[in-house]
């Protein structure tokens, strides 16, 4: 089955206690991004990557970094979160086909920095 | 850079054509325009795509005119389970691939 995965799927942490939010696609997208989404704001891309060891920032990557070693992999590495941070976070990928973006959304994951 | 702008919110009777209108007046000359469909605490979902004119799918119908600073997306016969946010979606173009969702528009689907 086509999917995106993420890992944890609900996380609470403490202020300043590195985590990484895992995500991977089976389809062999190029397009991999990362959103985070807050009530009231809408979905804010943080980072995205084009392909392997290509990565840009979004409208919101302070304090979040990334990688992309593996095609499949685009790991979310929180450094030293913050309660500003607490958000549902979704990872996606897509194939890269001229303008075209048809975006694939993992189930999210819930964030709870104290 | 390429921004949208759509209703709030908007309310219809089960039943009913939806039209949800969004304005992307800086829309890139090779960007296409792309809607989503979510429900609470789930990840967006793919409705449509297009480019220019009209596209069909078995779920909805997207109208682009010839300026392409706005699309309408159409939802025939909604039901309660159509209940959701849409958001449309435009890439920057010109070689950039950040991607920016609007704040979306809650449609509120009653009985």
């Known amino acids: 089955e086509a999917q995106v995965t993420q890992n944890p799927r609900y996380l609470i942490t403490v202020t300043g206690k590195k985590l990484t939010v895992t995500c991977s696609q089976n389809m062999n997208h190029e397009y991999m991004s990362w959103y985070r989404q807050d009530p009231g704001l809408g979905l804010r891309q943080i980072y995205y990557s084009m392909n392997v060891e290509v990565t840009d920032k979004g409208d919101v990557p302070e304090g979040y970094k990334v990688s992309r070693k593996e095609k499949r992999n685009f790991p979310l590495i929180l450094e030293s979160p913050s309660p500003n941070q607490t958000s549902l976070y979704f990872c996606?990928?897509?194939?890269?086909?001229?303008?075209?973006?048809?975006?694939?959304f993992g189930p999210g994951t819930r964030l709870t920095v104290t | 850079l390429a921004k949208t702008t759509q209703p709030i919110s908007m309310d219809s009777y089960e039943g009913q054509e939806v039209n949800i209108t969004c304005s992307h007046n800086n829309i890139a000359t090779n960007d296409y325009i792309t809607w989503y469909q979510q429900f609470p605490s789930q990840g967006p979902r793919f409705i449509i795509q297009g480019y220019k004119t009209k596209v069909t799918n078995e779920v909805a119908s997207l109208f682009i005119p010839a300026d392409r600073k706005s699309s309408t997306l159409s939802l025939p016969r909604v039901s309660l389970s159509d209940t959701a946010v849409y958001y449309c979606?435009?890439?920057?173009?010109?070689?950039?691939?950040?991607?920016?969702f609007g704040k979306g528009t809650k449609l509120s689907v009653i009985p």
């Open positions: 996606a990928s897509s194939p890269i086909e001229g303008g075209r973006y048809e975006q694939y």
């Open positions: 979606l435009v890439g920057l173009g010109a070689g950039s691939y950040q991607l920016t």
